[in-house]
């Protein structure tokens, strides 16, 4: 499944200000794309450097309540990237961790989430102990039950025992469970997303442009002033 995702590009220091500019971003994106959404609103990476992302929108429901409006652009665009990547029992699984309330603070986490599926197991469409019962005794034969005593046995009894001893839990969707595999922190920062997914960079500007925005800037702030903060330039 090819993973889509529109997000509002908010100029940061122009609503500081008390200006909206905002504009749509669609991800998966490219340079170009992402310069084009910045030139509409007005960053330039001289008199406005900071974006912020909201109203996140996709096509895979069950996700973009994690995304914050801090989270970065070239993550968002990573993270689509993994997403459309997997197959879906995993999206499955990904959307079940999520419901179970692991993992959802931000796109750090949820890239983090996308690179440890094997962590978790999941059982898609059981919704009861008894039919987790019937899973493990039948289908995985985890149990030996003569066929003579199928009729009385306990199904759901078992599959709450099961439950209980997994520490699964039943979320939208399924069953799930964590398996052992370990979950490691593959991903630490932007540094850590391949070339390929960066596409965070500010629009190319003419010298006659790049004139009026630095005359803005130290028109506004002075020559001794403090460049603007960069703390989000990359967002």
């Known amino acids: 499944m090819k993973v889509t995702l529109e997000a509002q590009v908010t100029n940061w220091g122009k609503y500081g200000e008390g200006i909206r500019m905002e504009t749509r971003l669609s991800f998966p994106t490219t340079k170009e794309e992402v310069q084009a959404a910045l030139k509409r609103i007005g960053v330039d990476g001289v008199r406005y450097q900071e974006v912020i992302l909201t109203e996140h929108d996709s096509n ?6 994690c995304i914050t409006q801090y ?6 665009n990573y993270l689509v990237h ?11 699984t990904f ?3 999520l419901d179970y309330g692991e993992h959802n603070q931000g796109v750090h986490d949820l890239i983090n989430l996308a690179l440890n599926l094997e962590h978790y197991e999941f059982h898609p469409d059981v919704s009861s102990d008894e039919e987790l019962g019937h899973i493990y005794a039948d289908d995985m034969a ?6 003579k ?9 078992y599959g709450r025992d099961v ?14 469970m964590k398996s052992p595999a370990p979950f490691v922190e593959h991903y630490m920062g932007p540094e850590d997303i391949p070339p390929e997914y960066r ?9 006659r442009e790049k004139l009026a925005a630095y005359g803005e800037r130290f028109a506004l702030g002075g020559p001794g002033k403090t460049p603007p903060s960069q703390g989000r330039e990359e967002r």
Do not use: K, Q, W
């Open 60 to 65: 895979l429901s069950g996700f973009c309540h």
């Open 71 to 76: 989270d970065r652009i070239d993550e968002v």
């Open 82 to 92: 993994l997403l459309s990547g997997l197959s879906p029992d995993e999206l499955a």
């Open 95 to 97: 959307l079940a961790v």
């Open 142 to 147: 985890a149990l030996d039950i003569p066929e």
């Open 149 to 157: 005593l199928l009729p009385y046995f306990d199904y759901e009894a």
């Open 163 to 176: 439950r209980l001893n997994e520490g699964g839990c039943f979320v939208d969707g399924g069953y799930m």
């Open 199 to 207: 596409v965070f960079t500010y629009p190319t500007l003419t010298i």
